[in-house]
């Protein structure tokens, strides 16, 4: 646990221009999720687009069968075969691949996002049934200290009810909606200063449709970040980032890559998910 802990305050070093303290209240929101948190919820201005890994847990327990006959039952438990592989980019394999499965975990997009929403009072994702998450690492010498450019891809595969997938897609642009424009406030210090500095967040739907049952490219921007007390703008335009989230039946996949992944890789890789995700999802495809 020692060693990923280093691993995600190295990351969290790694994306900041501004240090920001981390808010045990956003540590709290992110529950089971708080090492892949840290990275994006604890930064209010400079955002890299990468998370931290997961620590590995024991796939949950099966729930009760259902009263269905063998070969009518509905897919449970979502298995390793639809998530995605190292070949699924380009690699022939890659050092680490760091997973965690969970029961009733709430569907989550983007951490700052919901930071955004919880800010405003606003409830959590909607709860899946099951959920499957992994990130996978490029492949590294041994005892070579991990990176955050080592970070290739993460994905989550959260398992709904096929209504609730469905409508959570339909409610999807209400969801975003109230983070269009959303203006975080918080201490920084950067250069020997100190002070209370502002950013502007953004997030926008700028595709839709290119995978799967149903697909969306969601992107987010930030602004400089501005002292509120001078004015004075200070550190780089944080590039945008991106989240592709696909619905294959009643499983929905969130999708994200490293700091130097692209809009373009990122939807051709949400393609190649969506294909794998249909060995898992009800109906199949």
């Not at 060693?3 to 920001?20: P, S």
């Not at 380009?90 to 919880?118: F, H, K, N, Y």
């Not at 203006?183 to 502002?198: C, F, K």
Request: proline share 6%; charged share 25%.
């Amino acid at each position: 646990m020692r060693d990923e802990l280093t691993f995600v305050d190295r990351v969290h070093q790694d994306l900041r221009d501004v240090r920001w303290p981390g808010p045990e209240e956003i540590r709290a929101r992110a529950r089971r999720r708080t090492r892949r948190s840290i990275a994006a919820a604890t930064v209010l201005v400079a955002l890299a687009g990468t998370s931290a890994v997961m620590l590995v847990a024991p796939r949950p327990a099966t729930p009760p069968a259902s009263s269905a006959t063998p070969t009518m039952s509905p897919r449970t438990e979502i298995t390793s075969d639809a998530l995605l592989r190292p070949a699924d980019l380009g690699l022939a394999s890659a050092s680490e691949q760091l997973s965690e499965s969970g029961l009733a975990e709430p569907v989550r997009i983007d951490d700052m996002l919901e930071v955004c929403r919880t800010s405003q009072g606003r409830s959590e994702g909607r709860a899946s049934r099951w959920s499957r998450s992994q990130t996978l690492l490029r492949e590294r010498p041994a005892g070579v200290v991990l990176q955050p450019s080592d970070v290739l891809a993460m994905q989550d595969v959260y398992r709904l009810t096929p209504e609730g997938a469905e409508s959570f897609f339909a409610d999807l642009d209400e969801t975003i909606a109230p983070c269009a424009q959303w203006r975080s406030v918080g201490p920084y210090e950067t250069d020997g200063r100190t002070g209370t500095a502002e950013a502007v967040h953004k997030w926008a739907i700028v595709q839709r449709g290119f995978a799967g049952d149903d697909a969306v490219m969601l992107s987010h921007t930030v602004s400089q970040a501005r002292d509120v007390k001078t004015g004075e703008t200070f550190g780089d335009v944080p590039r945008p980032t991106y989240k592709a989230v696909v619905r294959v039946g009643d499983l929905i996949a969130v999708l994200g890559l490293g700091r130097d992944g692209t809009e373009s890789e990122l939807l051709q890789l949400a393609v190649v998910a969506a294909a794998r995700m249909c060995r898992a999802a009800n109906p199949g495809c």
